[in-house]
Structure formats: C-alpha cells, structure tokens
C-alpha cells in the first residue's frame, strides 16, 4: 500500500480547483489506501479531518474554556450578569457549553455536506441499489441457502 501523493492529487487540493476535484475522487482507490489519522493519503481525507479538528478545537474552548476562566479569573468570573442576575461562570456553563455543542454539530454536517457535494459524493445512490425479487438480504454476510 503505497501512500505517495500523485500530481493530480497535489493539484486538486489546491484551493481553486474544485472543477476537477470530483473526478479526481472517483479516480481513488480508497480501499487500497492507508488510512491515517495524522497523515491523510487522500485530498478528501485531508478535507474532512480539517473540519474535525477545527470543530474539536472549538469545541474544547467552547466546553472547558468557561471552567478554566472561572479558576483564572475568579473575581471576573463569579461577578454577577447585569441583566440576569447569574454568576457569569455559571450562565457560560449552563447555557454556552450546551448550545455551542448543538451549534458545532449543526456546522459540522453543513460542512460535511459541503464536502461531499465538492468531491461528487451522493449518498443516495449508495442506497438506492435495487435487489431482484430472488435475491435476500443477509444480515450476517453469509449467503442465503
């Protein structure tokens, strides 16, 4: 399993060229390439682990920035709201920390769809294969006797 980038792979990563990008995909053979979290082999790959660790990232401030600046900051922290009456340290947990997930995994499947639609990816054609009317469906991989 070979993990060397080709020319054209090189060449649709670059930002202006998405015209070319989806045929490029077709053109991969993902199964025969590695997968790596930390060194992507294909454009796709480094696309899509982009979007992850920018929403990981965010999602870490998001989530333990409130809790740290409490411990930081006390005094800022623990200060009451003006117009809710609330610890700012206890509105930013109760109300931001939950919210910002939602709205990170709102972003993260817009992004995601974005991605797809770039690299020519259609999930319902995945789907929509027809079986005849002889053939089963066989959960387990085996075949149906």
Do not use: C
Not at 64 to 83: D, H, I, N
Request: proline share 6%; glycine share 4%.
């Amino acid at each position: 399993m070979s993990s060397q980038t080709t020319e054209s792979e090189i060449d649709s990563h670059a930002p202006n060229a998405d015209r070319s990008t989806a045929s490029d995909h077709e053109e991969i053979d993902y199964l025969s390439r590695e997968v790596n979290l930390l060194k992507p082999s294909t454009p796709f790959m480094r696309d899509h682990l982009k979007v992850i660790w920018t929403g990981f990232v965010a999602w870490a401030l998001l989530t333990f920035g409130p809790p740290v600046l409490t411990y930081l900051a006390p005094a800022t922290m623990t200060a009451e709201l003006p117009v809710i009456g609330f610890p700012a340290h206890y509105f930013l947990v109760a109300v931001l920390s939950p919210t910002s997930s939602l709205v990170l995994a709102f972003v993260y499947s817009r992004k995601r769809d974005q991605l797809d639609k770039r690299y020519g990816i259609d999930h319902a054609a995945s789907t929509s294969r027809s079986t005849g009317e002889s053939e089963a469906a066989v959960a387990d991989g085996g075949r149906v006797e």
